[in-house]
Structures are given as structure tokens and as C-alpha cells.
């Protein structure tokens, strides 16, 4: 298992707090998610490595992917569906989110739970 990264770390506080039962860097298929609660996906997405859609263009080159921020947001799309049509629930945070609004994400995350 990989170390939690802080983004990752944050939202596991969150889940702490919340009493929630969850699992860390779950195999599901071909994919590894971020934490699984029951069907329930929750993803932290990183602003650089996901090409946060607030903060890059969808032509952006993301020379370490080698490829444009649109075709990044299309494989994470995919992903996302994907795990949709095997009976998950997906809820994706941005790294922006989770540092800056952290009680916002928290909101999101019991609602996403409760739903």
C-alpha cells in the first residue's frame, strides 16, 4: 500500500471525524481508488496531475503525461464511468478544494455518504 499523500491524508481526517468506515487505495478492477465506503468511490484528484479544469486550458500540454489537459480529462472520465457502470458511486475532489475549503469538502463528503 502507498503512503498517503496530504491530500489524501485530509480527506482520511475528514472520514475520521465523521466516524466513516472506509478503505484506503482499493484495487477495483484494472483501477486503484483513493478510499472505497461500501459502493462509494471518493477520489482527490491532484490540480497538476489531473489538469484541474479551473486552472488549465483544455489544450495544455502536460509534459510529464505527455499529453493535452482534454485528453486527461477524457481517461479520467472513462475511469469514472467505468467504475459507474460496475455499480460504484463517484465522488471526485480537486487538491485546490481540499486545501483551501476544507470545510466545504467535508460538507460534500457527508452529503455524498448520506446519498
Sequence with gaps: MRKKPN????????LD??????EHDVPI???RVDFLVGTKIIECNGDYWHCNPVKYSPDYYHKARKRLAK????KDDHRRNTLIEEGY???ILWEEDIR???REVRQQI???LKG
Excluded at 491524508?9 to 475528514?14: F, L, P
Excluded at 471525524?17 to 472506509?22: K, N, P
Excluded at 485528453?71 to 477524457?74: A, F
Design 7 to 14: 491530500l489524501e491524508a485530509t480527506v482520511a481526517e475528514i
Design 17 to 22: 471525524q465523521l466516524y466513516v468506515t472506509y
Design 29 to 31: 478492477g484494472k483501477y
Design 71 to 74: 485528453s486527461i480529462w477524457v
Design 89 to 91: 458511486s463517484a465522488l
Design 100 to 102: 483551501l475549503h476544507t
Design 110 to 112: 457527508k452529503r455524498f
